[in-house]
């Protein structure tokens, strides 16, 4: 592998990685993604791309860090989605399509999403079954008419042309092993194939970050 140097190299190609990749390429770094097997090949791929729903902006100064995220993600998707297809032409599987929730006792979870300001309304067995007769159950139900979904080989497909199309530079089978570093500073990531110099780095390798 020739030696290169990079604005920023992210060590995970799955969504997270190829995500940060594809916004720091249209801001004009110079970026690589390096993956120990394919791109997106590991929990990305086998995920169930369930996005439910957030609560709405004017009740993120009174809420959590990670309940502004949850508001925010559920504002930014679509946007992502249509970027992504208008980038790429490839369709993402992004539907806001709803979705039903079964529990032995619903009551807490709409208190939960009550308070969080999210839509959402109790069915009865009518209701259930009018949504989705293919559901027979004596468990309490409810719907989240904001809850979206998307197909995750697909947003990785979009992901990865997106990327390509921007320059960055995909390192699949690239497992790296360790830095070198100075100091506190990282000056290159260490892999079989050589190393990856670079003046920053992100970790986004999910469940194998040592």
């Known amino acids: 592998m020739a030696t ?15 995500s940060l990749a594809w916004e720091l390429a249209q801001q004009g770094a ?41 508001g925010l993600s559920h ?18 599987g992004f539907r806001r399509s709803g979705a039903v929730y079964l529990d032995p006792d619903i009551a807490p979870l709409c208190r939960k999403w009550a308070d969080l300001g ?25 719907f989240l008419p904001g809850e979206s979904q998307l197909r995750p080989p697909w947003h990785l497909r979009a992901l990865i042309a997106a990327c390509q199309s921007t320059g ?5 089978h690239t497992p790296v092993v360790g830095f070198e570093r100075r100091c506190e500073k990282v000056l290159a990531a260490v892999t079989p194939r050589g190393k990856i110099h670079c003046g920053q780095v992100c970790l986004t390798s999910g469940a194998w970050t040592a």
């Open 4 to 18: 290169e140097n990079f604005d920023v190299l992210l060590v995970g190609g799955g969504i997270i990685g190829l």
């Open 118 to 142: 999210i839509e959402h309304e109790m069915l009865d067995s009518r209701g259930l079954a009018d949504l989705e007769p293919a559901i027979r159950t004596k468990l309490q139900a409810a």
């Open 30 to 70: 110079k970026v690589c993604v390096a993956d120990r097997g394919k791109m997106g090949n590991e929990s990305s791929w086998a995920a169930s791309g369930m996005l439910p729903p957030g609560p709405p902006e004017t009740l993120w100064p009174k809420l959590t860090a990670r309940d502004q995220l949850a």
């Open 168 to 172: 960055v530079v995909l390192r699949p």
């Open 75 to 92: 504002q930014l998707h679509p946007i992502w989605h249509e970027r992504l297809l208008e980038a790429t032409s490839v369709d993402t």
